[in-house]
């Protein structure tokens, strides 16, 4: 059989040599005062797990919060882990037969929430949980040296809820009265329509009572139908600067980010914000024609054959 070279080191690239991506990661320039979150509804996590590391990657979250992640505990985290990010997760505990206060229609599977964080980051879960399982909400508390901590949630609204699940979600964020709060998620209520009563009861009972601001502006969620803005990004922290929604080809929601303006010393570890990405091979000088006549003249007939050990030699 045929010999065909390498890209690396061979007449194809013989100038090729390992670079490091700039866009997935952050970089000495990056601004040492901000730190960048962002959410996706994913819809099934275990089998879109290559897309939250390509999201992680694309916009240099430092937090990724998903809504719909679809797991259960037969799922093990090791199942869905991503390199250099912490896991932290929360599945919907619902059976398919109960029916919560909050809800007008049975419990169904699905849902459940998570968040990643940059591995070394001091970022640690709040075991709290609100009383009511429809209430799929979850907490992580941001040390800060010489401030208060803050804190950054994850929620996951069922458009089916009754006006009684305000005053459950109200109780969980009632804890954390008077603290740094950022809550993503998709809330299944469109802030481009104000004037319809489901953002009327989230204003009264949400956003008015604890002053939190959605920094998304723009449609989320774009289908041939409509276009609404149902994943948010909630705080009370003025420095949450306004955020952007990108498309995302593998949802039909987009990720929302944004930056907030602390110091990433206190949040991120020295090894985190110095991190340097693995080696990659650069094919940009490839001789794409010679590797097409190599390939033409090889003798690839071999690699058709049923027998294994008439595939090599």
């Known amino acids: 059989m045929k010999h065909i070279p390498t890209m690396y080191g061979s007449p194809l690239n013989p100038n090729a040599t390992p670079f490091r991506p700039k866009l997935p990661h952050r970089n000495h320039n990056d601004p040492p005062h901000q730190i960048r979150i962002g959410h996706i509804n994913i819809c099934s996590l275990r089998h879109k797990l290559y897309v939250i590391d390509s999201i992680i990657r694309k916009h240099n979250l430092d937090v990724v919060a998903i809504t719909e992640t679809w797991l259960d505990n037969s799922v093990p985290d090791t199942e869905i882990c991503i390199p250099r990010m912490n896991l932290f997760r929360r599945d919907r505990t619902c059976k398919q037969q109960c029916t919560c206060k909050t809800s007008s229609t049975p419990c169904r599977k699905g849902g459940g929430v998570c968040m990643y964080v940059k591995t070394g980051s001091k970022f640690s879960l709040v075991q709290h949980h609100p009383d009511d399982c429809n209430i799929e909400l979850m907490w992580l508390r941001a040390k800060r040296h010489g401030q208060t901590p803050m804190y950054i949630g994850c929620l996951y609204r069922l458009p089916s809820m009754q006006d009684n699940y305000w005053d459950s979600l109200s109780r969980s964020i009632a804890q954390l009265q008077g603290e740094d709060i950022v809550l993503m998620g998709d809330i299944n209520?469109?802030?481009?329509?104000?004037?319809?009563?489901?953002?009327?009861?989230?204003?009264?009972?949400?956003?008015?009572?604890?002053?939190?601001?959605?920094?998304?502006?723009?449609?989320?969620?774009?289908?041939?139908?409509?276009?609404?803005?149902?994943?948010?990004?909630?705080?009370?922290?003025?420095?949450?600067?306004?955020?952007?929604?990108?498309?995302?080809?593998?949802?039909?929601?987009?990720?929302?980010?944004?930056?907030?303006?602390?110091?990433?010393?206190?949040?991120l570890s020295d090894q985190q914000m110095n991190s340097t990405p693995e080696p990659r091979r650069d094919f940009s000088r490839t001789d794409m024609q010679l590797l097409d006549n190599l390939l033409q003249a090889a003798d690839l007939g071999r690699f058709q054959s049923s027998d294994v050990n008439d595939m090599v030699e």
């Open 189 to 267: 209520i469109n802030f481009l329509t104000t004037s319809s009563s489901s953002y009327k009861a989230l204003n009264t009972n949400l956003l008015l009572p604890f002053n939190l601001h959605n920094c998304i502006h723009d449609p989320t969620r774009i289908t041939p139908t409509s276009s609404t803005s149902i994943d948010c990004i909630l705080s009370n922290i003025d420095t949450v600067a306004q955020g952007t929604a990108h498309d995302c080809e593998h949802s039909d929601h987009c990720v929302v980010s944004t930056t907030i303006s602390t110091d990433r010393q206190n949040i």
